[in-house]
């Protein structure tokens, strides 16, 4: 994948300013919000589903996110955060016409070109959804391209299904699975972890590529089920997220056996993935 700068100075290292248009409650926890750039020569910039910016809140520190809008929403891009650590709390407190850093486009994206007149798997677990989000709306904005598309999607509750009115806007357009941990008053949908609905019933090998993205035991028995279905090593996308800080292989925090997770990531293939662990 040829690598995409934000501006034409070629500095990877400088954030560029990006001012909060809007944000949205996602989930418990959860809030998207929609960035533009405050340096109308941003214009330019552009991304693959899967790739990460590094956002920075002035003053608290900087993070590693997805970005979770498709690429031709060009006058804003989004990211979804959950609350975890100081900077995703710092990022939940931005009101619209705040400001952040941004760094990036980083890492490698999934494979999409490559994927025209094939079946689509999809596979999310919690915030996992987020990068999902940009790529199953590129795959319906182009759906004449693909076969079957399918979406499973695992969450804690109910209530922590993110992306709730586009899910059932989605569900007009390709199939959505949807599941929660345990069951729960007013819940008919299905129950338990997201791998156990992945079996030859449901999905088949054929002519079929798969991207995953969620915690990593989910993506692991995960790969494992459709490798039982007859899915080949290659064929299944993972994104794997670890200590990225630089987001150029410099700083050598997301070095995993003398590979960078942020420069050969943070999407690869499951073979590749799996050599990580090693």
């Given at each position: 994948m040829?690598?995409k700068t934000v501006?034409g100075d070629?500095n990877?290292y400088?954030?560029?300013t990006?001012?909060?248009k809007?944000?949205?409650?996602?989930a418990?926890?959860?809030k998207?919000?929609?960035?533009?750039?405050?340096?109308?020569?941003?214009q330019a910039?552009?991304?693959?589903?899967?790739?990460?910016?590094e956002?920075s809140?002035?003053?608290?520190?900087?993070?590693a996110i997805?970005?979770?809008s498709p690429p031709?929403?060009r006058?804003?891009?989004?990211?979804s955060?959950k609350?975890?650590?100081?900077?995703s709390k710092?990022?939940?407190e931005?009101?619209k016409?705040?400001?952040?850093?941004?760094?990036?486009p980083?890492g490698?994206?999934?494979?999409?070109?490559?994927?025209?007149g094939?079946?689509i798997?999809?596979?999310a677990g919690g915030?996992g959804?987020?990068p999902?989000r940009s790529l199953?709306?590129q795959l319906?904005?182009?759906r004449h391209k693909?076969?079957r598309?399918?979406?499973?999607?695992?969450?804690?509750?109910?209530?922590?299904?993110?992306?709730k009115?586009e899910?059932?806007?989605?569900?007009?357009?390709c199939?959505?699975?949807k599941?929660i941990?345990k069951?729960?008053?007013g819940?008919k949908?299905?129950v338990g972890?997201?791998?156990q609905y992945?079996?030859e019933?449901r999905?088949?090998?054929?002519?079929?590529?798969?991207a995953?993205c969620?915690p990593?035991?989910?993506m692991?028995?995960?790969?494992?089920?459709?490798?039982k279905t007859?899915?080949?090593e290659?064929?299944i996308?993972v994104?794997v997220?670890?200590?990225m800080?630089c987001?150029?292989?410099k700083?050598?925090h997301?070095m995993?056996?003398?590979?960078?997770v942020?420069?050969?990531?943070?999407v690869?293939?499951d073979f590749e993935?799996?050599?990580?662990?090693d």
């Amino acid at each position: 994948m040829a690598e995409k700068t934000v501006l034409g100075d070629g500095n990877w290292y400088l954030p560029k300013t990006a001012v909060v248009k809007k944000t949205v409650d996602e989930a418990p926890g959860v809030k998207t919000l929609s960035l533009a750039f405050q340096d109308p020569r941003q214009q330019a910039f552009s991304f693959e589903p899967g790739q990460f910016v590094e956002v920075s809140v002035f003053g608290v520190g900087e993070a590693a996110i997805s970005i979770s809008s498709p690429p031709d929403q060009r006058e804003t891009f989004d990211i979804s955060v959950k609350k975890a650590g100081a900077v995703s709390k710092a990022v939940h407190e931005l009101k619209k016409g705040g400001f952040v850093g941004v760094r990036g486009p980083f890492g490698t994206g999934y494979p999409v070109k490559e994927w025209s007149g094939k079946n689509i798997v999809l596979v999310a677990g919690g915030i996992g959804i987020a990068p999902m989000r940009s790529l199953l709306k590129q795959l319906l904005d182009e759906r004449h391209k693909y076969g079957r598309i399918q979406l499973f999607y695992g969450a804690r509750s109910p209530d922590d299904f993110v992306f709730k009115k586009e899910l059932a806007a989605w569900e007009k357009k390709c199939e959505v699975l949807k599941t929660i941990d345990k069951t729960c008053t007013g819940w008919k949908g299905c129950v338990g972890v997201v791998t156990q609905y992945i079996d030859e019933k449901r999905v088949s090998a054929e002519n079929a590529v798969a991207a995953m993205c969620g915690p990593p035991a989910m993506m692991h028995y995960a790969a494992e089920q459709l490798e039982k279905t007859g899915f080949s090593e290659g064929n299944i996308f993972v994104s794997v997220e670890r200590m990225m800080h630089c987001g150029k292989g410099k700083c050598g925090h997301c070095m995993v056996n003398h590979k960078y997770v942020c420069r050969n990531g943070s999407v690869m293939a499951d073979f590749e993935a799996v050599k990580l662990k090693d």
